[in-house]
């Protein structure tokens, strides 16, 4: 009897030591693989990030002043131009026949003014020689200064008619490049189109529209990246330097501008733009990055109202090569990364990649760590 014991006790143990063997390597084969990262401090800018537009810095709409045909245009879009340059002729058949007019008018109030100043000159040697009565004197004196003010109407009229034949000779008023032109040689000029569009973009601005709730984080001289699609390894820098100091009373937005140096003029007005805008630094704070935090969405009753409430939690890696959850009280979040309160402990190892397929309590395999997170 004793015997059956001693063999029964046997088996047990060959048993269980084959059990606790099978056990061990098959915990080690569903051990998951996972990357990690040592926790660290560092800084993180607070940024706003916005989509808008770019535009000239200055953008002039160029008239005729007369409304006939263009005859003659000196530009073409893209053209550059200094102040003053001509860019186009407008026909000015009549302008041209109202100087004439008006040089053959002056020429003859010129004659009539000459032949009467003779005459004021024999009158008033005659009336110094008491030659000449007062009256007659006068008279002569009344028809010299009428003539005076004939030459001086006509003169009048002659610059005006040059002032007016000048303006069909359409010229920029700014230096910069020819954005648009409008018309072409033959079109009839209309006083509500212009003739051309002349813009500067040495520097160009970006324009955009906040929120009231951005509104109060956005100041001037901000510094801002911006990026467009054109050139999508390539950032500009640039700064605020216009804050709307009203918000729109229906769509509760304000326009603000950036400036932005645009040296090699690569940058061109109607562009779509995207802004990211430097509000503020955080200095000294457990920073992660973001992929390697699980966001998890929930209705939570907040102030007697419900809200949507965004939580967060990492997995770090024990002693035992097990994954425990952590939940993170987050300060501030970017695209990407995570500043972090409390949770989790500088030097501390979060999963960084694999963390979707943890539990608490799951056994990890590291496979790679990984460098801190890229601010």
């Known amino acids: 009897m004793i015997r059956k014991w001693i063999i029964t006790i046997g088996c047990l143990i060959v048993v269980l030591t084959v059990s606790c063997t099978s056990s061990d390597i098959g ?11 040592t926790v660290k401090k560092g800084d993180i800018k607070q940024t706003l990030e916005f989509n808008g537009d770019i535009v000239a810095e200055y953008t002039v709409k160029v008239f005729s002043k007369i409304p006939d045909r263009i005859t003659k245009f000196y530009v073409d879009e893209g053209d550059k131009v200094l102040k003053g340059d001509i860019i186009a002729e407008v026909e000015a058949t009549q302008l041209k026949q109202a100087v004439r007019r008006a040089k053959a008018g002056l020429t003859a109030a010129k004659s009539q003014l000459a032949n009467i100043s003779a005459e004021f000159e024999r009158a008033e040697r005659l009336y110094s020689e008491n030659a000449m009565s007062k009256q007659q004197y006068d008279a002569v004196k009344t028809q010299y200064e009428a003539a005076q003010s004939q030459v001086d109407q ?7 008619a040059r002032s007016s034949l000048k303006d069909a000779s359409i010229t920029a008023p700014i230096s910069g490049i020819i954005g648009k ?7 009839m000029a209309a006083p509500q189109l212009p003739v051309v569009t002349i813009v500067q973009i040495d520097n160009v601005k970006m324009v955009f529209d906040a929120t009231d709730k951005e509104f109060g984080k956005l100041k001037l001289g901000q510094p801002a990246q911006v990026e467009v699609t054109s050139y999508p390894d390539e950032l500009f820098l640039g700064k605020i330097i216009k804050i709307s100091p009203i918000l729109d009373p229906l769509t509760r937005l304000a326009d603000i501008e950036i400036l932005i140096p645009n040296p090699d003029s690569k940058l061109k007005p109607g562009m779509f733009a995207r802004a990211e805008v430097t509000i503020g630094l955080l200095e000294n704070k457990i920073i992660i990055p973001r992929y390697a935090a699980i966001e998890t969405t929930t209705l939570k009753f907040i102030q007697g109202q419900d809200r949507v409430v965004k939580e967060y939690h990492v997995y770090t890696v024990n002693d035992s090569s097990k994954a425990v959850q952590r939940d993170l009280d987050v300060e501030y979040v970017n695209h990407n990364n995570i500043a972090v309160n409390s949770g989790i ?7 960084v990649s694999g963390q979707n397929k943890l539990l608490d309590g799951t056994v990890v395999n590291i496979i790679t760590e990984k460098e801190e997170a890229v601010l």
């Open 27 to 37: 915990q080690e084969k569903t051990a998951v693989p996972v990357d990690v990262m």
């Open 154 to 160: 006509a003169e009048a009229g002659l610059a005006s």
């Open 181 to 187: 032109r409008h018309y072409e040689e033959g079109d």
């Open 345 to 351: 402990e500088v030097g501390e190892k979060i999963v």
